[in-house]
T-cell receptor
Framework: AQSVTQPDIHITVSEGASLELRCNYS??????LFWYVQSPGQGLQLLLK??????LVQGIKGFEAEFKRSQSSFNLRKPSVHWSDAAEYFC????????????FGTGTRLLVSP | KAGVTQTPRYLIKTRGQQVTLSCSPI?????VSWYQQTPGQGLQFLFE???????NKGNFPGRFSGRQFSNSRSEMNVSTLELGDSALYLC???????????????FGPGTRLLVL
């Protein structure tokens, strides 16, 4: 069965510092991978996605992620964090017919310190 | 282009009642998916509708049901509410055609349901 693991429940980063959020997936074929962000009381906003091709994908708000098949990982990175990046981040893999069943990780809550 | 809209945004019900939530997808999107988000279980897939047919289904009891109309709008219904049904219910839409790939889901703001 498909699964996604986000090993870090909380991460605190100083404003201006770099960020890396970890995501490991389990999927039998080429995965369709996503990173979403959720601010308190809000829905999910897509940051970036990987379907095929270049393993380094660029997203919105200066985020990028790298797909590493050998490590079954899809880690999210940002070179310089802003206070407005404080939110919860979810990694997901697409499954089911049409890959429309998203299987989410448990999320990582990012805190940004001044 | 307007995003995914969900109504109502907040809802309070009592145990044993039933509830219907509504979702209007992005114009042109034909697939609508529903998710439940709780602090304990996280984000869980309920079901997905495409062309008025349930195409994918999660592991929820039969009290949870849904439907999709010809204009792609979708409703989900929860009958005989339990305290554990208190959650944020998120709807997402995508273009996803049959066999389509690389289709991204876009989420609405959610309906927060509180069961007392």
């Amino acid at each position: 069965a498909q699964s996604v693991t986000q090993p870090d429940i909380h991460i605190t980063v100083s404003e201006g510092a770099s960020l890396e959020l970890r995501c490991n997936y389990s999927y039998g074929a080429t995965p369709y991978l996503f990173w979403y962000v959720q601010s308190p009381g809000q829905g999910l906003q897509l940051l970036l996605k990987y379907f095929s091709g270049d393993t380094l994908v660029q997203g919105i708000k200066g985020f990028e992620a790298e797909f590493k098949r050998s490590q079954s990982s899809f880690n999210l990175r940002k070179p310089s964090v802003h206070w407005s990046d404080a939110a919860e981040y979810f990694c997901a893999v697409g499954a089911g017919t049409g890959f429309q069943k998203l299987v989410f990780g448990t999320g990582t809550r990012l805190l940004v310190s001044p | 282009k307007a995003g995914v809209t969900q109504t109502p945004r907040y809802l309070i019900k009592t145990r044993g009642q039933q509830v219907t939530l509504s979702c209007s997808p992005i114009s042109g999107h034909r697939s609508v998916s529903w998710y439940q988000q709780t602090p304990g279980q996280g984000l869980q897939f309920l079901f997905e509708y495409f062309s008025e047919t349930q195409r994918n289904k999660g592991n929820f009891p039969g009290r949870f049901s849904g439907r999709q109309f010809s204009n792609s709008r979708s409703e989900m219904n929860v009958s005989t509410l339990e305290l554990g049904d208190s959650a944020l219910y998120l709807c997402a839409s995508s273009l996803a055609g049959f066999g389509a790939r690389q289709e991204t889901q876009y989420f609405g703001p959610g309906t927060r349901l509180l069961v007392l």
